[in-house]
């Protein structure tokens, strides 16, 4: 069965720290994905990776970077975390020929 | 820009009863047409697609159409249960490169109360 796992399902961080969320798929998919998800505004695009050491910014990357330094693991990185950055984050992969995209559970991440 | 546009909601219904969530996209090729369903504390999973003009996706009772002409892909199933309360999402694929995007819409809150 497929599966993506992602480092924790809740969080809470400080404004100004620095924050890494991780992502694990174990299907060997070329392709993940980071989304945030707020109410109203469905799912947006972050970042993706479409090979390990490769990325492209998504529709909102400011404030944020990731890493992809092996194929099966993708982090989120909240370089200096801010109030306005709480939210739920979603990561998912998919086959380089495949259409559909596997998710993880997601991570809440709360900023204070 | 590709765009995907659904009813909001929340919506609540009665166990056994009929339901449609309505989704319209916009898109300037031929995209694939997605439903994906959020069950609470859970990541998004695939519920059904449909890749071309008038194709039926369908699965778990859930069916939509891909209506090329109405710019539609309309979510129904004839008789809700308890356990399908969940978010529901519209999305499309406009499939140019291996790694495209999925836009996705902003989601249907769906409530079925016994």
């Known amino acids: 069965d497929v599966k993506v796992t992602q480092s924790s399902r809740y969080l809470v961080k400080r404004t100004g720290e620095k924050v890494f969320l991780e992502c694990v798929q174990d299907?060997?998919?070329?392709?993940m994905f980071w989304y945030r998800q707020d109410p109203g505004l469905g799912l947006r695009l972050i970042y993706f990776s479409y090979d390990v050491k490769m990325k492209e910014k998504g529709d909102i990357p400011e404030g944020y970077s990731v890493s992809r330094e092996k194929k099966e693991r993708f982090s989120l990185i909240l370089e200096s975390a801010s109030t306005n950055q709480t939210s739920m984050y979603l990561c998912?992969?998919?086959?380089?020929?495949?259409?559909?995209?596997?998710f993880g559970p997601g991570t809440r991440l709360l900023v204070l | 820009g590709d765009s995907v546009t659904q009813m909001e909601g929340p919506v609540t219904l009665s166990e056994e009863a009929f339901l449609t969530i309505n989704c319209t996209y916009t898109?300037?090729?031929?995209?694939?047409l997605f439903w994906y369903v959020q069950y609470p504390g859970e990541g998004l999973q695939l519920l059904l697609k449909?890749?071309?003009?008038?194709d039926k996706g369908s699965n778990k009772g859930f069916e939509a159409t891909y209506r090329k002409e109405t710019t539609s892909f309309h979510l129904e199933k004839g008789s809700v249960q308890v356990s399908d309360s969940a978010v529901y999402f519209c999305a499309l694929s406009d499939a140019k490169t291996s790694y495209d995007k999925v836009i996705f819409g902003p989601g249907t809150s769906l409530s079925v109360i016994p």
């Open positions: 998912a992969s998919k086959g380089q020929l495949q259409e559909t995209q596997y």
């Open positions: 299907m060997d998919h070329e392709n």
């Open positions: 898109a300037t090729g031929y995209p694939s």
């Open positions: 449909a890749t071309k003009a008038d």
